[in-house]
């Protein structure tokens, strides 16, 4: 038996915490930072090799390149709302990382990430690409049947969408413990 006094329990804990809190926000972060990157390389991409030329079948009718510029939001609606949806995704992304830095597990960083990804992907066009600064169109490339054209911003979205109703059934909770 120790004579010495043990610490208080939410300090023997506090730190590691801390510490696994910031590791979380690091990996939201960094899965942002890698869907930005993919999907600024491929859109660069695009405008080079798709823009001004016809559909590029990658896989018969299954999957088409289809060069197009969508000035709206998905499956180009709201076309003259450009600047509503860039200020939106501002927001968005704000949201992101002020809650990224209370996660409590792996999976929702992951999730978050890739919603982030996304919305700065598709921000970043809106921003910097014609006609005008927060009016610019996104460039959209994959084209599926029955469907609209994407990009890969929309699909890291899309699954991020999906993994979090996934997590949210489950019951994994958004902050709480580290894990």
Not at 54 to 61: I, K, R, T
Request: charged share 15%.
């Amino acid at each position: 038996m120790s004579l010495e006094p043990e610490p208080a329990p939410d300090l023997v804990t506090a730190e590691p915490v801390a510490s696994q809190r910031r590791s979380l926000l690091g990996m939201t972060l960094l899965v942002a930072a890698v869907v930005i990157a993919i999907d600024q390389l491929t859109k660069l991409l695009a405008v080079a090799y798709l823009e001004g030329q016809p559909s590029v079948e990658v896989l018969g009718p299954l999957l088409k390149f289809t060069f197009v510029r969508n000035p709206g939001a998905a499956f180009s609606l709201g076309g003259g709302y450009t600047i509503i949806f860039s200020v939106l995704a501002a927001v968005v992304a704000v949201v992101i990382v002020v809650t990224s830095r209370t996660l409590g597990s792996k999976a929702w960083a992951i999730a978050l990430g890739g919603l982030l990804g996304g919305a700065l992907g598709n921000l970043l066009d809106r921003l910097l690409r014609e006609p005008g600064f927060g009016r610019g169109h996104v460039v959209d490339f994959f084209q599926v049947p029955y469907f609209a054209i994407f990009n890969v911003a929309d699909i890291a979205v899309c699954c991020s969408a999906a993994l979090i109703v996934i997590l949210t059934i489950r019951g994994v909770p958004l902050r709480g413990a580290a894990s």
